[in-house]
C-alpha cells in the first residue's frame, strides 16, 4: 500500500521561505507521477506544482515564479521548495501520487 508522508511544515515570516519534503513509500518512486495541493482555510483545493507530461514542472499561477519542485530518486522524496512567502501562502499542502494523497503538512505564514 502506497503511503506519502509530508514534512517540512511550520510557521515562517512573510519573505521567509519553507522546504517541504514528501517520502513515498511502499511503491516504486516516480517523480513525473508526483504533485503539490494546498487547502487554505475556509477554500477549496489548489493545484500547487507537478510536471506536464513531457516532464517539465508546472506551477500554479499564484505561486510560479516563488515554488519550485525538484525530486531524490535515492530518497523516494518530492520536494517542494517555497520562496517569497506571503500570508495568503498559509494553507494545508498535500503531496500527491496517482490519487494517492499524503496527510497534509501545515504551513503559516504571519509576522
Known amino acids: 500500500q502506497v503511503k506519502l508522508v509530508e514534512s517540512g511544515g511550520g510557521l515562517v515570516q512573510p519573505g521567509g521561505s519553507l522546504r517541504l519534503s514528501c517520502l513515498t513509500l511502499g511503491a516504486t518512486f516516480n517523480l513525473k507521477a508526483m504533485a503539490w495541493f494546498r487547502r487554505a482555510p475556509g477554500l477549496g483545493r489548489e493545484f500547487v506544482a507537478g510536471?506536464?507530461?513531457?516532464?517539465?514542472?508546472i506551477y500554479g499561477a499564484s505561486v510560479k515564479g516563488r515554488f519550485t519542485i525538484s525530486g531524490d530518486n535515492v530518497e523516494s522524496t518530492v520536494y517542494l521548495q517555497m520562496r517569497s512567502l506571503q500570508p495568503n501562502d498559509t494553507a494545508l499542502y498535500y503531496c500527491?501520487?496517482?490519487?494517492?494523497w499524503g496527510q497534509g503538512v501545515q504551513v503559516n505564514v504571519s509576522s
Open positions: 510536471f506536464s507530461p513531457d516532464g517539465s514542472p
Open positions: 500527491i501520487r496517482a490519487g494517492t
